[in-house]
C-alpha cells in the first residue's frame, strides 16, 4: 500500500486500520507518512533516513526511530569537536614554525596529519548530516504583522450548492471564529470541510447567509489545487519570485534554503521534476512570503515526509494568529488543534472546543477505537471481584494466593533481565571512545543497531514492570481486607 490514508477521510482510515491490525492475515508493506495508521498495524521499520536505509524490525514507529539516532548524534559532535580542535593546534604550530630551518620537517609533518584529520572531519561531518536528516536545519513560520481582529472568521446561516438543482453541501451553518484558535475541521468526505474553507478563502460565494472576515485580517491559504498552480516549466526560484516580486533575490534564496532547496541546484530545478514532498513545501512557502494572521490549510501534510510535517507543526504552535485546517492525519490534528469542528453528511456540525481526544471521548460515536485506551494485561485481567475475604470460599483465597506467588515471580524475572540489559547497556556506552570512528562503518552500524535493541527491550521491560508491580500491589490490598 502507497500512502493509502491520503485521500480516506477519517472513518475510513478506522476501518483500514481495524481491517490490517485484527482481519488481514497476509504480509504487509506499507508506505506512509501516517504515524498513527505505521504505529497500529505495523511491527518494524524500513527507512530511509539522509541518503542511508535502516531497518528496525524490532521499532514500531518513525519518531522512536529518530530519537535512537541521539546517541550516535551526540559521539559524532562530541568527536567532531575534538577532531577541530586538534587541527586548530596543528594549524597553529606550523604558522608558528614553518620558516625556522630546525623544525621545519616537524612543522611539515604537522601539516600532513592536519590535512588527514581534515578529511575524517569532512567524513564525520557528512555522517552526521547523514543521521541528521535532510530536514534538521529547517524552520517554517508565519509572517504575522498585526493581530487582526477579535473574531477574524464566522459564518452567518452559511449554505452552499453548486446549482439550484443540487443537493446541499452545507446548510444553515453557523459559527464563530476567535483569534489564535487552532481549529481542525474534520468529518466524512463530501460533508464540505473543503467547502467552507473555500467560502472562509473568498474562493466560493455563499448561495445563501454570508462568512464575512473581521477587520486587519490577512488570509493566507494553502490548497491541493495549489500544487497544480506551480509553474512547472519554470525555476523553484522563479516560482517564489512572481509571488513576491518586490523581495530580493538574497531574500529569496533565504526562505528557499529554510525549505531545504540548498544552494544554486536545488533552486535552478525545474518544479516538474520535483517529488510530491518538495512540490507542497515549494507551495507552502508561496503563502509563507507575505504576512498573514489567519492561516487556512486544506490537507497540508498529504505530501509532507514525517519530518517537515513535524516543522509545520511547530510553526502552527508558535503562530500568534488563528489557524483553520482541514485534515484527516490524527496525528497532526491531535498535537496542534485546541477546537474540533465535525461536519456530518446529513449537514450537522459538532463544535467542541478541547483537542482531538477528549473531541472522541466526548463524541464515542465517530471513532471506532481510541488511541492510547489502556489494554488490561493478561494477569491483572485475571483479579478476582471485588468482594471481602471472609465471603470469599477457599478456593477463591487459594487461587488469589497463587496469583499473588505468579506475579511475583514474574516481576522478579523481570527485575533480573533488566539488570542484565542494564549491565550490556553500560558495556556498549564504554566502547564509544575516540578510536570507535576508526572502525568500518559496518560494524559501527551493527554497534549502533544493538545500541537501539538494548535501549527499547529495556524500555519495554520497565513498562511492564511498572504494570505487573501496580497489578500486584492493588492485589496485595484486595487480600488484605
Known amino acids: 500500500l502507497d500512502e ?47 541518503g542511508h536505509f535502516y531497518y528496525r524490525s524490532h521499532i514500531r514507529d518513525y519518531l522512536t526511530f529518530r530519537d535512537s539516532l541521539t546517541e550516535e548524534k551526540r559521539h559524532l559532535e562530541k568527536n567532531i569537536e575534538g577532531l577541530q580542535k586538534k587541527i586548530d593546534e596543528n594549524v597553529e604550530f606550523v604558522e608558528k614554525y614553518r620558516a625556522k630551518a630546525r623544525i621545519a620537517s616537524r612543522a611539515q609533518s604537522k601539516q600532513k596529519m592536519a590535512d588527514k584529520m581534515l578529511e575524517e572531519l569532512e567524513e564525520l561531518k ?7 536528516g535532510s530536514a534538521y536545519n529547517l524552520h517554517f513560520f508565519f509572517r504575522m504583522e498585526n493581530a487582526g481582529s477579535r473574531f477574524p472568521l464566522s459564518a452567518q446561516d452559511f449554505s452552499f450548492r453548486y446549482s439550484e438543482t443540487s443537493p446541499w453541501i452545507i446548510h444553515h451553518l453557523n459559527l464563530d471564529v476567535k483569534r489564535g484558535q487552532r481549529i481542525a475541521i474534520i468529518g466524512d468526505n463530501g460533508a464540505g470541510k473543503t467547502t467552507l474553507l473555500n467560502a472562509f478563502a473568498r474562493r466560493l460565494t455563499p448561495t445563501t447567509g454570508t462568512c464575512p472576515t473581521g477587520a486587519g485580517v490577512e488570509i493566507g491559504y494553502f490548497g491541493q489545487h495549489q500544487l497544480d498552480e506551480l509553474l512547472l516549466e519554470d525555476t523553484v526560484l522563479d ?26 541546484h536545488e533552486i535552478s530545478k525545474k518544479a516538474k521534476i520535483l517529488s510530491g514532498g518538495e512540490r507542497a513545501r515549494l507551495a507552502l512557502l508561496r503563502i509563507l512570503v507575505a504576512p498573514v494572521n489567519l492561516c487556512l ?44 469542528i465535525y461536519l456530518t453528511l446529513d449537514h450537522k456540525h459538532f463544535d467542541h472546543v478541547g483537542d482531538l481526544k477528549s473531541f472522541f471521548e466526548k463524541y464515542p460515536q465517530f471513532v471506532r477505537h481510541l488511541e492510547g485506551r489502556a489494554q488490561p494485561s493478561r494477569l491483572v485481567a485475571e483479579k478476582p471481584e471485588d468482594v471481602t475475604s471472609g465471603s470469599q ?38 566502547q564509544l571512545d575516540e578510536s570507535f570512528y576508526s572502525k568500518p562503518e559496518v560494524e559501527q552500524s551493527a554497534y549502533f543497531l544493538r545500541l537501539s535493541e538494548v535501549e527499547k527491550k529495556l524500555h519495554d521491560l520497565m513498562v511492564e514492570w511498572e504494570k505487573q508491580a ?12
Open 126 to 132: 557528512d555522517r552526521l548530516a547523514r543521521v541528521e
Open 393 to 430: 470460599s477457599y478456593e477463591e483465597r487459594k487461587k488469589q494466593k497463587n496469583l499473588l506467588r505468579s506475579l511475583e515471580r514474574k516481576i522478579s524475572s523481570l527485575e533480573s533481565d533488566i539488570e542484565k540489559l542494564g549491565q550490556e547497556k553500560e558495556q556498549l556506552q564504554g
Open 4 to 50: 493509502p490514508t491520503n485521500h480516506l477521510d477519517i472513518s475510513s482510515i478506522q476501518w483500514l486500520e481495524e481491517f490490517l491490525e485484527k482481519e488481514y492475515e497476509g504480509s504487509l508493506i506499507l508506505v506512509t507518512h501516517d504515524v498513527a495508521l505505521q504505529k497500529r498495524v505495523t511491527d518494524g521499520l524500513a527507512i530511509v533516513h539522509g
Open 297 to 340: 490549510l486544506d490537507e497540508p501534510t498529504n505530501h509532507l515526509d514525517i519530518e517537515t510535517k513535524a516543522l509545520l507543526k511547530n510553526a502552527i504552535r508558535s503562530f500568534e494568529g488563528t489557524v483553520l485546517v482541514v485534515s484527516h492525519d490524527r496525528e497532526f490534528i491531535g498535537d496542534i488543534a485546541d477546537r474540533i
Open 239 to 264: 516560482n517564489l519570485r512572481y509571488r513576491a516580486p518586490k523581495t530580493s533575490a538574497e531574500q529569496l534564496r533565504g526562505w528557499l534554503g529554510a525549505f531545504g532547496f540548498q544552494g544554486e
Open 470 to 481: 501496580t497489578a500486584l500491589e492493588d492485589l496485595k490490598k484486595r487480600v488484605s481486607q
